[in-house]
Nanobody
Framework: QVQLVESGGGLVQAGGSATLTCEAFGTILKINDMAWYRQAPGKQRELVALISSGGSTNYADSVKGRFTISRDNAKNTAYLQMNSLKPEDTAVYYC???????????????WGKGTLVTVSS
């Protein structure tokens, strides 16, 4: 089995910063794309940032220039550095990963359980 565990959520003031961590555990051969999504009450889950196995990145327009996604392949871990946080960033943040396993089933595209980030004004 494989799983993702997020950490780093909490309460932060507007204009402040926070770092989210996503670590993958299990029978992992390789991780392709990793991404952070978020979902606020009453809204659909949306892509925040994505990073490929080679390090190329994509960001939602709403977070460009403020958020940075990174990864440490040796640790099977992704990070989301969030700066200049706004109240509208308040959401449950979910990690997503496309994992190639060492056993069958070979592919395991999985989600973490999420971590809540609340930005106060």
């Amino acid at each position: 089995q494989v799983q993702l565990v997020e950490s780093g959520g909490g309460l932060v003031q507007a204009g402040g910063s926070a770092t989210l961590t996503c670590e993958a555990f299990g029978t992992i051969l390789k991780i392709n794309d990793m991404a952070w999504y978020r979902q606020a009450p009453g809204k659909q889950r949306e892509l925040v940032a994505l990073i490929s196995s080679g390090g190329s990145t994509n960001y939602a327009d709403s977070v460009k220039g403020r958020f940075t996604i990174s990864r440490d392949n040796a640790k099977n871990t992704a990070y989301l550095q969030m700066n200049s946080l706004k109240p509208e960033d308040t959401a449950v943040y979910y990690c997503y990963a496309e994992i190639i396993r060492t056993i069958l089933p070979r592919d395991a595209n999985i989600w973490g359980k999420g971590t809540l980030v609340t930005v106060s004004s």
